[in-house]
């Protein structure tokens, strides 16, 4: 562990993943994160999780760990989003104007670096997620809108990690036999 903090400017944050990391290690420790949030998931989002979930598995299992370890952050992001409290829109009096400013912000940031990232030469190849990625990216926006912040941001975050998935997914989604291996697991 290092002992003296990273020089920055003041107010920048870090990188949400760790460049240093190897992929199967982040995929692992995000398989272990939604492994405790998918108990509280129900519905579109349970679904939603589980197929990128086992996208990651087979991703994986194929020797595309980066592929992995950005579904399964995506997969973390749409379950925090879907546990968020549901009043959480009801507090939005409550949050000062300067931090709804850089809330808007950073979900603009979020969801124009997604759409930048989705209209590349890669898209072809990420068809198999396309429902998931424009479903973040609405419910970022409906989120927003209602003043349900802390979910916007997570839905924006979800659609611009699905926006970093490269070549090397299927043609169609794992089968029944692949979520029950994760699932057994």
């Given at each position: 562990m290092r002992n003296a903090k990273?020089?920055?400017?003041?107010?920048?944050?870090?990188?949400?993943?760790?460049?240093?990391?190897?992929?199967?290690?982040?995929?692992?420790?995000?398989?272990?994160r939604i492994d405790i949030l998918e108990g509280g998931?129900?519905?579109?989002?349970?679904?939603?999780?589980n197929v990128l979930a086992n996208l990651a598995q087979q991703q994986l299992d194929s020797g595309y760990g980066e592929n992995a370890a950005n579904l399964l952050r995506a997969a973390e992001h749409l379950s925090f989003a879907a546990l968020a409290p549901k009043e959480s829109a009801q507090l939005t009096s409550r949050i000062p104007g300067e931090?709804?400013?850089a809330v808007a912000a950073e979900v603009e940031r979020l969801t124009g670096a997604a759409e930048e990232l989705w209209s590349g030469s890669r898209k072809s190849s990420r068809v198999v997620i396309e429902s998931v990625y424009r479903g973040?990216?609405?419910?970022?926006?409906?989120a927003f809108d209602r003043g349900a912040y802390r979910p916007a941001l997570q839905f924006a975050r979800a659609a611009e990690a699905l926006a970093h998935i490269g070549e090397g997914l299927p043609a169609?989604?794992?089968?029944?036999?692949?979520?029950?291996?994760?699932?057994?697991?």
């Open positions: 990273p020089n920055r400017a003041p107010g920048k944050v870090e990188a949400t993943t760790n460049p240093a990391m190897p992929d199967p290690l982040r995929a692992y420790e995000h398989f272990g998931l129900a519905g579109s989002p349970f679904v939603d999780v931090l709804k400013a973040a990216l609405q419910n970022a926006g409906l169609t989604l794992p089968g029944d036999r692949a979520l029950t291996r994760r699932l057994a697991s």
